[in-house]
């Protein structure tokens, strides 16, 4: 009798690798990344962003999860691009590749007609040295320096000293070849840049220069975007499947929603958002849930520095210890190579031992613990709270060919690592989630600032 009551549990105890193959063969990312990419592209506090989340909640309720909710955190300002328009007017007359950066002012009425002050290097010393007032600045070439913890704070500073010294506006040049555009913004954050604050194609950012060195260079420049008056709220989508078990520990599974607006946000990050979504669909359709419980998270306002999985941490700090483990996707669909655990390696052995088998078989086993792109997503707020935290990893030699361009589109995603990488989430997920036995620690602030201190 207890022999076969024992095999009555192995079957419909669904293993984790059972979950991985029927993922693999009927889950739903592709459908969920083409659903998602068809609202359009999800910049935080946007229109299509709110679209997208009242989506992504009716998915997760379809798909039979009930504990579903919208969890608001406020950004300073909302953002939509609507148009920009800038040509050279002389010496010669030609059109210049232009679109605002994000969160910049609109310019004044009927646009700006003025003269271009091209600087060699972002110093002071470079502006004092310039005329600048009513002109419009050309920035040179390269990103201002930027790091995630004085994230935008140069060039804020920078683009102060530029207003105060009268300047119009700052044409800030794409370091992409061909004239391409990425869209980001003049620093990380949702405050209004105190310039108007356009990017411009490195091609036509030279052309500019060039002529400069004969004389003098006028443009026209119109940038045209919907701000909100106010702050704005913004809503995070959090939706738990409750474990059998141990309801009240829980594994967050997360991606971000939003994107930038050049393109759809395909892989940035329409499939990771599908992928969470599928991991979810496929759990709740086991017969029984895990022991533990999951909870699964799409996050606003990552691309302006990670805001709603910082709010999420913030807003649930009281019962992060609770949380056994972090997943986060956000790595598009390149071939997908495992897991990173940043700085951890007791995260690595502890994974390794739960689920490598399942990983091997869908040829996605490799696990590291580089911090390269651990503070470059939603596991930031994670890593740091001390929560052992695995950031999906895929092949990103093609990557930048679409990373916030107008490339990233449904067309470019392959939907086999798509469908490997839901696989991969779901199988993790649940495999940490149905443990009898624990997974990794967490660390106290002290080891977080040595693993830290090792970037
Ligand atoms: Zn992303």
New binding site residues.
């Given amino acids: 009798m207890r022999r076969l009551a024992g095999i009555a549990v192995l079957l419909v105890a669904a293993s984790s690798l059972d979950l991985a193959r029927s993922s693999i063969s009927h889950g739903r990312s592709l459908e969920y990344a083409t659903e998602l990419t068809a609202i359009g592209p999800r910049v935080t506090g946007s229109r299509p962003y709110g679209r997208a989340a009242e989506w992504s909640a009716a998915q997760f309720r379809a798909m039979g999860v009930t504990r579903v909710a919208l969890e608001p955190f406020t950004i300073e300002r909302g953002w939509e691009r609507v148009s920009a328009r800038a040509r050279i007017a002389a010496p010669v007359d030609r059109p210049l590749r232009v679109e605002s950066l994000g969160w910049s002012p609109s310019t004044p009425e009927n646009g700006l007609y003025a003269d271009v002050v091209a600087l060699e290097s972002f110093s002071l010393d470079a502006v004092a040295a310039r005329s600048l007032r009513g002109r419009i600045v050309l920035l040179p070439e390269g990103d201002p320096p930027r790091n995630p913890v004085t994230a935008g704070k140069t060039t804020n500073a920078f683009a102060v000293r530029l207003r105060a010294a009268g300047a119009l506006a700052i044409l800030v040049p794409d370091g992409e070849a061909d004239n391409l555009l990425t869209a980001r913004g003049l620093s990380f954050g949702t405050a209004l840049s105190v310039l108007p604050a356009g990017q411009i194609g490195g091609d036509d950012a030279r052309a500019i220069r060039e002529l400069l060195a004969r004389g003098p260079v006028r443009i026209s420049l119109e940038l045209i975007n919907r701000i909100t008056p106010a702050a704005a709220i913004v809503n995070n989508v959090i939706a738990e499947i409750r474990g059998r078990d141990r309801p009240d520990e829980w594994i967050v599974v997360g991606a971000?929603l939003d994107?930038w607006d050049f393109g759809t946000g395909a892989q940035?990050?329409a499939t990771?958002a599908a992928m969470v979504l599928e991991a979810a669909r496929a759990i709740a359709s086991l017969e029984q849930p895990p022991r533990r419980s999951i909870r699964f998270a799409l996050w606003g306002g990552?691309?302006q520095g990670q805001i709603g999985s910082t709010a999420y941490a913030r807003e649930h700090a009281s019962e992060q210890d609770r949380v056994v483990a972090y997943l986060n996707t956000?790595a598009g669909t390149g071939r997908v190579i495992g897991w990173t655990a940043p700085g951890r390696a007791d995260v690595v052995r502890a994974a390794k031992t739960l689920i490598q088998g399942v990983l091997d078989e869908l040829g996605a086993g490799t696990f590291d613990e580089s911090l390269r792109y651990g503070f470059?997503?939603d596991g930031a707020p994670f890593i740091l709270a001390g929560i052992p935290t695995l950031d999906l990893n895929a092949d990103d030699t093609k990557y930048e060919e679409i990373h916030h361009k107008a490339a990233d589109t449904i067309d470019r995603v392959d939907a086999r690592n798509l469908a490997v990488g839901a696989a991969a989430v779901a199988a993790t997920a649940h495999a940490i989630a149905d443990s009898a036995r624990g997974f990794a620690p967490h660390l106290d602030r002290r080891a977080v600032e040595r693993m830290m201190n090792r970037r």
């Fill in positions: 971000h994107s940035d990050n990771g990552e691309e956000d470059q997503s």
